[in-house]
């Protein structure tokens, strides 16, 4: 089983940054490629950014020039960092991982969840 464990969330104001991390562990295979959802209240969860084992990411438009997606070499901890921040960025992000080597874009491409971090951003 994989465990993996988001930090970074909290409360900005609009314009702000705030950098996001994912930690991954466990002792079964490694995750492959791994992505960040979000889910504001009264809404579905939706896709935000992915990157595949090779490194190479994938943007929802909403988020494109604003929010960034990387990992560390050892490909076991992920980061969202987000600049200009929104109000319409409020909602919980959850990290997500696969074991397909490519990036998934959809929720039923991943096998590991976590818990999710608040992120709020005031007006």
């Known amino acids: 089983q994989v465990q993996l464990v988001e930090s970074g969330g909290g409360l900005v104001q609009a314009g702000d940054s705030l950098r996001l991390s994912c930690a991954a562990s466990?002792?079964?295979?490694?995750?492959?490629?791994m992505g960040w959802f979000r889910q504001a209240p009264g809404k579905e969860r939706e896709f935000v950014a992915a990157?595949?084992?090779?490194?190479?990411?994938y943007y929802a438009d909403s988020v494109k020039g604003r929010l960034t997606i990387s990992r560390d070499n050892d490909k076991t901890t992920m980061y969202l960092q987000m600049n200009s921040l929104k109000p319409e960025d409020t909602a919980v992000y959850y990290c997500?991982?696969?074991?397909?080597?490519?990036?998934?874009?959809?929720?039923?491409?991943?096998?590991?969840w976590g818990q999710g971090t608040q992120v709020t951003v005031s007006s």
């Open positions: 997500a991982a696969s074991r397909l080597l490519g990036y998934q874009s959809t929720m039923s491409g991943y096998d590991y």
């Open positions: 466990g002792r079964t295979l490694r995750p492959i490629s």
């Open positions: 990157i595949s084992w090779s490194g190479i990411t």
